[in-house]
């Protein structure tokens, strides 16, 4: 099976990569050049943070235990000038991959453990070029309407219901879901007397709650048997993924907590946590 993208495809995008062994990043250069991709390779982190600040690129591949910086701390100095780069961190282990909270603090969309092998790895980036990909259609789209006002609502629209198509054809045994997440919000909403405004944020936002799925690799969204704890981590970052897809666009900023918190619960108990599987694919 070929991973990655066609070659003029996949040039369109810039991944950068962040690691002090030099053996790793000219293994990454031969992988991902050979995927298709433009692959640019730094050791020292200060060097790269100082080179995105200047050049733009899509994808960051970022190791974690660094000098002189960590990985998290470069991820803090780049968030501070660029909220867009796509992040995954790569880690010598799992066990030494920063906290949940640092994740999610930093807006990082994933993390791989090193490997001699760079299939996962390469399925990760995939899946990250395709959020990047939608990310800047959304781009696209809301410069295009910023001096059409008058066709904003028609439009708009007409957005989220190409988005929303997207996810469901990725995603077909969960086909019909955000339709009912939606309608069943609008219901609740009403009865506890929100405003026709609330409830067209509500209606949208459950339609598009599970936008981030798109950055899900097919291999673990459409595993019919049990998903490894691994399997299981990718999952639970479709909810953030969401919203760095959303956040360029600001016809969508009043859907996005709604996006990023819907499997957050009162008690504290949502993600980490269980997910609502189904017999042939995962429904949340």
Same mark, same amino acid.
């Given at each position: !099976?070929?991973?990655?993208?066609?070659?003029?495809?996949?040039? %369109?995008?810039? &991944?950068?990569?962040?690691?002090?062994?030099?053996?790793?990043? @000219?293994?990454?250069?031969?992988?991902?050049?050979?995927?298709?991709?433009?692959?640019?390779?730094?050791?020292?982190?200060?060097?790269?943070?100082?080179? $995105? %600040?200047?050049?733009?690129?899509?994808? !960051?591949?970022?190791?974690?235990? !660094? #000098?002189?910086?960590?990985?998290?701390?470069?991820?803090?100095?780049?968030?501070?000038?660029?909220? @867009?780069?796509?992040?995954?961190?790569?880690?010598?282990?799992?066990?030494?991959?920063?906290?949940?909270?640092?994740?999610?603090?930093?807006?990082?969309?994933?993390?791989?453990?090193?490997?001699?092998?760079?299939?996962?790895?390469?399925?990760?980036?995939?899946?990250?070029?395709?959020?990047?990909?939608?990310?800047? &259609?959304?781009?696209?789209?809301?410069?295009?309407?910023?001096?059409?006002?008058?066709?904003?609502?028609?439009?708009?629209?007409?957005? &989220?219901?190409?988005?929303?198509?997207?996810?469901?054809?990725?995603?077909?045994?969960?086909?019909?879901? #955000?339709?009912?997440?939606?309608?069943?919000?609008?219901? $609740?909403?009403?009865?506890?007397?929100?405003?026709?405004?609330?409830?067209?944020?509500?209606?949208?936002?459950?339609?598009?709650?599970? $936008?981030?799925? $798109?950055?899900?690799? @097919?291999? &673990?969204?459409?595993?019919?048997?049990?998903?490894?704890?691994?399997?299981?981590?990718?999952?639970?970052?479709?909810?953030?993924?969401?919203?760095?897809?959303? #956040?360029?666009?600001?016809?969508?900023?009043? !859907?996005?907590?709604?996006?990023?918190?819907?499997?957050?619960?009162?008690?504290?108990?949502?993600?980490?946590?269980?997910?609502?599987?189904?017999?042939?694919?995962? #429904?949340?």
């Amino acid at each position: !099976m070929r991973i990655g993208t066609n070659k003029n495809e996949g040039e %369109k995008y810039k &991944i950068i990569g962040v690691d002090d062994e030099g053996g790793i990043l @000219d293994s990454l250069k031969v992988y991902l050049t050979k995927a298709g991709y433009s692959f640019v390779g730094i050791a020292n982190p200060l060097e790269a943070i100082e080179r $995105i %600040k200047v050049e733009h690129f899509d994808l !960051m591949l970022l190791d974690f235990l !660094m #000098s002189p910086l960590h990985g998290d701390q470069v991820v803090e100095k780049i968030r501070e000038f660029d909220d @867009d780069i796509y992040i995954l961190l790569l880690t010598g282990h799992k066990d030494l991959a920063p906290p949940l909270e640092t994740i999610k603090r930093l807006d990082i969309q994933g993390y791989c453990e090193k490997s001699d092998k760079f299939d996962q790895l390469l399925l990760l980036i995939e899946s990250g070029i395709k959020a990047i990909s939608q990310m800047n &259609i959304i781009k696209q789209i809301n410069e295009e309407l910023k001096d059409a006002n008058e066709k904003l609502e028609t439009a708009y629209m007409e957005t &989220i219901q190409v988005l929303r198509y997207t996810v469901e054809v990725k995603d077909i045994y969960t086909r019909g879901h #955000s339709d009912r997440v939606s309608e069943i919000s609008v219901l $609740i909403g009403q009865h506890v007397g929100l405003s026709d405004e609330d409830l067209r944020t509500l209606k949208i936002g459950g339609l598009f709650h599970d $936008i981030g799925k $798109i950055g899900v690799p @097919d291999h &673990i969204l459409l595993k019919d048997t049990k998903l490894t704890d691994d399997e299981y981590s990718e999952i639970k970052n479709h909810p953030s993924i969401g919203e760095h897809i959303l #956040s360029n666009a600001t016809i969508f900023k009043d !859907m996005m907590p709604i996006v990023k918190h819907h499997h957050e619960r009162y008690d504290g108990h949502g993600y980490p946590g269980r997910l609502a599987r189904r017999k042939h694919s995962i #429904s949340c």
